[in-house]
């Protein structure tokens, strides 16, 4: 059974920092792609930030260059988004998400940066 479990989100102050981290199992993590998206209230999806399978390639969305990193350990299956300088457009649900043959999805978290 694939999993995709998003946990670390929560309510931070601006300029303030979170670390999210996704968790999968029942696919063969370190061949897929990994991804984080997010999306805000009436907003489309958006992506955020992309990891290779291998961890020696990485992207980043415009509005988020700078602020966030990607990672990942496939030693633990785990891949980690870490946020710095949240500003209040930074809230949204953040979703893992995994791709090679299939596509995965996590049920999300939720991040909200306000005062």
């Known amino acids: 059974q694939v999993q995709l479990v998003e946990s670390g989100g929560g309510l931070v102050q601006p300029g303030g920092s979170l670390r999210l981290s996704c968790a999968a199992s029942?696919?063969?993590?370190?061949?897929?792609?990994m991804r984080w998206y997010r999306q805000a209230p009436k907003k489309e999806r958006e992506l955020v930030a992309t990891?290779?399978?291998?961890?020696?390639?990485?992207n980043y969305a415009d509005s988020v260059k700078g602020r966030f990193t990607i990672s990942r350990d496939n030693a633990k299956n785990t891949v980690d988004l870490q946020m710095n300088s949240l500003k209040p457009e930074d809230t949204a649900v953040y979703y893992c998400?995994?791709?090679?043959?299939?596509?995965?999805w996590g049920q999300g978290t939720q991040v909200t940066v306000s005062s």
């Open positions: 998400n995994a791709v090679n043959f299939e596509e995965y």
């Open positions: 990891i290779s399978s291998g961890g020696g390639s990485t």
């Open positions: 029942g696919f063969t993590f370190r061949i897929y792609i």
